[in-house]
């Protein structure tokens, strides 16, 4: 079973808005991790953020965690068209890493 | 550094067959996993290993196996090919299971 579950699956906005997508998870957890995915590609490591952590910045990206909530938010600031991807979020168990299912960013130029 | 290679990129298999996906990293990351991927499901962990010599299962491990007889490569096994094996399959390789995860660039399996 899937540990992270992403909020929304699609998203679609204008090139220039900031595109927020959000994760979900179950069980406790020791660090996060944003990955995105380009059609057809490997996953690349966006931000990981520790579970003492509550904010997390790199370049264009910001990450939240709220632990109490077990969720976290990607916020992705100024988006290009070079954005458009699939993110997903992983969560580290025992000895697994378990992604969600994705959300799918759409940016129109 | 190549990071995470994976052959083939594309395969196409008769139900029954069987045939081996090989991934090989050059970072000695200690943790190596394949996932698929599949529309609409995410990744779905296949097997792991936290190090040479040690396997384990993930959340989707039947018709496939695995072995880790050094720490650069994790080949998985496909023993008798089933249509339910159509899929992208990933290859990652971290340093330990929290660390940020270094990924192949998939081999598109269809099983006919």
């Known amino acids: 079973s899937q540990q992270g579950e992403e909020d929304p699956q699609a998203l679609s906005i204008q090139e220039g808005e900031n595109a927020t997508m959000n994760c979900s998870y179950k069980?406790?957890?020791?660090?996060l991790q944003w990955y995105r995915q380009n059609s057809g590609r490997g996953l690349v490591h966006l931000i990981l953020i520790r579970s003492n952590e509550r904010e997390k910045h790199s370049g264009r990206l910001r990450v939240t965690l709220d632990t109490s909530k077990k969720s976290s938010s990607l916020l992705i600031t100024a988006s290009r068209a070079a954005d458009t991807a699939s993110y997903f979020c992983?969560?580290?168990?025992?000895?697994?890493?378990?992604f969600g299912k994705g959300t799918m960013l759409l940016v129109s130029p | 550094n190549a990071g995470v290679t994976q052959t083939p990129k594309f395969q196409v298999l008769k139900t029954g067959q069987s045939m081996t996906l090989q991934c090989a990293q050059d970072?000695?990351?200690?943790?190596m996993s394949w996932y698929r991927q599949d529309p609409g499901m995410g990744l779905r962990l296949i097997h792991y290993?936290?190090?040479?010599?040690?396997?384990d299962q993930g959340e989707v491990p039947n018709g496939y196996n695995v072995s880790r007889s050094t720490t650069e490569d994790f080949p998985l096994r496909l023993l008798s090919a089933a249509p339910s094996q159509t899929s992208v399959y990933f290859c990652?390789?971290?340093?330990?299971?929290?660390?940020?995860?270094?990924f192949g660039p998939g081999t598109r399996l269809t099983v006919l």
């Open positions: 992983a969560t580290d168990g025992y000895s697994t890493l378990t």
């Open positions: 970072m000695n990351h200690e943790y």
């Open positions: 290993s936290v190090g040479a010599g040690i396997t």
């Open positions: 069980t406790s957890i020791n660090n």
């Open positions: 990652a390789s971290s340093r330990v299971v929290g660390d940020t995860q270094y």
